[in-house]
């Protein structure tokens, strides 16, 4: 049974950061591309960055890049997201995901995923 639980969410001013982790159990992390999502109220899912286990390949959506920054510890099978020079557009519900390499096609589609965590949520201030 496979599960990701986020941790790391919290409440900061603007210009902040946070780090945001997902510890996953129940999968081998190599065959598995790994995903942030965020969801703010009344808006769509949307991927902010991915990882391929397997090689180590990184994306990021236009908004984070060069604000965010993911990574992994596959010993520990932990994703991790930092977060740097937050603003307030970020505010939303976070959360991992996991998805087949061989069948995921778009990185930053909701649907190419399989499992999810439960979301930590971050809120920033102006």
């Known amino acids: 049974q496979v599960q990701l639980v986020e941790s790391g969410g919290g409440s900061v001013q603007a210009g902040g950061s946070l780090r945001l982790s997902c510890v996953g159990s129940?999968?081998?992390?190599?065959?598995?591309?790994m995903g942030w999502f965020r969801q703010a109220p009344g808006k769509e899912r949307e991927g902010v960055a991915a990882?391929?286990?397997?090689?180590?390949?990184?994306y990021y959506h236009a908004s984070v890049k060069g604000r965010f920054t993911i990574s992994q510890d596959n010993a520990k099978n932990t994703l991790f997201l930092q977060m740097n020079t937050l603003k307030p557009e970020d505010t939303a519900m976070y959360y991992c995901?996991?998805?087949?390499?061989?069948?995921?096609?778009?990185?930053?589609?909701?649907?190419?995923?399989?499992?999810w965590g439960q979301g930590t949520q971050v809120t920033v201030s102006s």
């Open positions: 995901a996991a998805g087949h390499t061989a069948a995921l096609r778009d990185v930053f589609s909701q649907y190419g995923y399989n499992y």
């Open positions: 129940g999968y081998t992390a190599s065959r598995y591309v």
């Open positions: 990882m391929y286990s397997a090689g180590g390949s990184t």
